[in-house]
């Protein structure tokens, strides 16, 4: 069997479309969604992600706010820009790129984003509200994995779904999304500390992986047929001397799973999706 690839890149195209038409509705009101962004230091693959975002709003129609703070940058001045967007009546919602440097505290940065302007959906009143499931901005990894499945028919309902990594951004919200009554699939978290990954994994109808951990998941730890979404980005340097990036999918996977959402071309592309998508919702609501 060979896999039938999860599109994400085309996937996200269509859904800019559709945000392109939402867009222009809000025009006709003189509304303008802006997206922004706080980027913090010299990370190459953070600075191209970034880009990467801007390119979407562009693509849709969304304005973009982008700010930039050096590599030394004090927690006094990140807490200022996250203070300046808190206030513009123009920037609808915006993002904290991470990682921050080592300086920055991190969880009080999140913490003094507006819940309503979080646009990642990781500001912990916004997690707390997908606990209780009361409605609020999601987290856009795991809603474009949801998306992702849901456009190619890929069942939910009484799915065995397996997550590996219990993440703040990925896994652990995922676990959360799944388990909604909407989607109503059954949820097992397993993590570096799980015995044996493999005797969970076998058992599933869909195994996501977002571990970080290069080749984690070999097509042996796979049950014939298995849905396989691979989030793992991690940066290596091959026999070449170059860097490129790599998922956490053993490439055998590929001939036993039904469909696979692969790294690149998944899970990223849905990601800047659903953020402009979150962008876009909120300036609907007004
Ligand atoms: N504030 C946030 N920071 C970070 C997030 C996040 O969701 N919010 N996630 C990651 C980085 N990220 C978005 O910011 C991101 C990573 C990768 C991709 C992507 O499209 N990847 C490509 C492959 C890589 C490439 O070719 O450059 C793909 O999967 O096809 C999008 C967004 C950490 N920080």
């Known amino acids: 069997m060979t896999a039938t690839i999860l599109d994400g890149k085309a996937t996200a195209t269509a859904i800019k479309e559709e945000l392109r038409q939402r867009v222009a509705k809000l025009a006709e009101r003189g509304v303008v969604p802006g997206l922004g962004t706080i980027l913090v230091g010299d990370d190459p693959g953070s600075h191209a992600y970034v880009a990467g975002k801007h390119r979407d709003c562009a693509e849709v129609g969304v304005a973009s706010i982008a700010r930039q703070l050096p590599a030394d940058a004090t927690q006094e001045q990140v807490e200022a820009v996250v203070a300046e967007l808190n206030a513009d009546p123009t920037c609808h919602g915006y993002i904290v790129q991470l990682p921050l440097p080592r300086q920055i505290d991190t969880q009080r940065i999140l913490e003094l984003i507006d819940p309503d302007k979080d646009a990642d959906?990781?500001?912990p009143v916004n997690l707390g509200r997908l606990v209780l499931g009361f409605d609020g901005p999601l987290p856009c990894t795991p809603r474009g994995i949801v998306e992702l499945l849901r456009r190619y028919d890929v069942p939910l309902k009484g799915a065995?779904?397996?997550?590996?990594?219990?993440?703040?951004?990925?896994?652990?919200?995922l676990g959360l999304l799944l388990t909604r009554?909407?989607?109503n699939a059954t949820v097992t978290l397993c993590h570096t500390g799980t015995q044996d990954l493999a005797a969970h994994t076998a058992k599933a109808d869909i195994v996501i992986v977002a571990a970080g951990n290069p080749g984690l998941l070999t097509a042996d730890m796979v049950r014939p047929g298995a849905v396989v979404v691979d989030v793992g980005i991690t940066r290596v340097v091959g026999s070449d001397g170059k860097g490129r990036y790599t998922g956490d999918v053993a490439p055998g996977v590929r001939d036993v799973a039904s469909?696979?959402?692969?790294?690149?071309?998944?899970?990223?592309?849905?990601?800047?999706?659903?953020?402009?998508t979150n962008v876009v919702e909120r300036?609907?609501?007004g």
């Open 121 to 123: 959906g990781l500001h």
């Open 160 to 173: 065995e779904v397996v997550v590996i990594g219990r993440g703040n951004t990925v896994g652990r919200p």
């Open 181 to 183: 009554k909407s989607e």
């Open 259 to 276: 469909f696979l959402a692969p790294m690149p071309g998944g899970v990223g592309p849905m990601t800047r999706a659903l953020l402009v």
């Open 283 to 285: 300036a609907e609501r």
